[in-house]
């Protein structure tokens, strides 16, 4: 069964960028869902296998992108503009298609503070 | 896109039944069948348990179930075990290839 792994969480000024990883994802529909500390499940956007569609959540349009690398089979996340808001645990996910996620990682952690 | 509503809490005692309602909009849980639910321990990545409003993943118990009746989906925990104690979340197709959550049920094993 596929693993996936992120990396690239960090501690980062509000303004600032972060690129997140998430490694053995090619092949799928991918999804970023984060968690703020004590909070729920928020689904952020979705990729598919070929990389040519992306859709994003209202909340991050415009401010982060959704990316992959089908030969280094990684997924990436860019995120501009963050504020503190955006803090919070960063899983990628397998998506079925339907936006069901069957396969989870085990999350990097974003901070955004100054 | 909102997230969908969920009771913020249930319980159980072991052995009993435990339905957790995921109510949403004619947009998402009522346009498609595509209602996913998840399972979270803490400090562990969620689990999907339902897919597609009743489909369970190969590996997850039958006492697992899920149906949908207009804009509200529901998950039962049938047979509660100490081990179902966790958090649990729903999750729908929103249209336009988004997804949306609910905001989380903390199920109590009493």
């Known amino acids: 069964e596929v693993q996936l792994v992120e990396s690239g969480g960090d501690f980062v000024q509000p303004g600032g960028s972060l690129r997140l990883s998430c490694a053995a994802s090619?092949?799928?529909?991918m999804t970023w869902v984060r968690q703020a500390p004590g909070k729920g499940l928020e689904w952020l956007s979705v990729i598919s296998n070929s990389g040519d569609t992306t859709y994003y959540a209202d909340s991050v349009k415009g401010r982060f992108t959704i990316s992959r690398d089908n030969s280094k089979n990684t997924l990436y996340l860019q995120m501009n503009s963050l504020t503190a808001e955006d803090t919070a645990l960063y899983y990628c996910?397998?998506?079925?298609?339907?936006?069901?996620?069957?396969?989870w990682g085990q999350g990097t952690m974003v901070t955004v503070s100054s | 896109q909102s997230a969908l509503t969920q009771p913020p809490s249930a319980s159980g005692s072991p052995g009993q039944s435990v339905t957790i309602s995921c109510t949403g909009t004619?947009?998402?849980?009522?346009?498609?069948?595509?209602v996913s639910w998840y399972q979270q321990h803490p400090g562990k990545a969620p689990k999907l348990m339902i897919y597609?409003?009743?489909k369970r993943p190969s590996g997850v118990p039958d006492r697992f179930s899920g149906s949908k009746s207009g804009n509200t989906a529901s998950l039962t925990v049938s047979g509660l075990q100490a081990e179902d104690e966790a958090d649990y979340y729903c999750g729908s197709y929103a249209g336009g290839d988004k997804g949306v959550f609910g905001g989380g049920t903390k199920l109590t094993v009493l």
């Open positions: 996910a397998k998506d079925k298609g339907t936006r069901a996620f069957d396969i």
């Open positions: 090619a092949n799928y529909v």
């Open positions: 004619s947009s998402d849980v009522g346009a498609y069948n595509y």
């Open positions: 597609e409003v009743f």
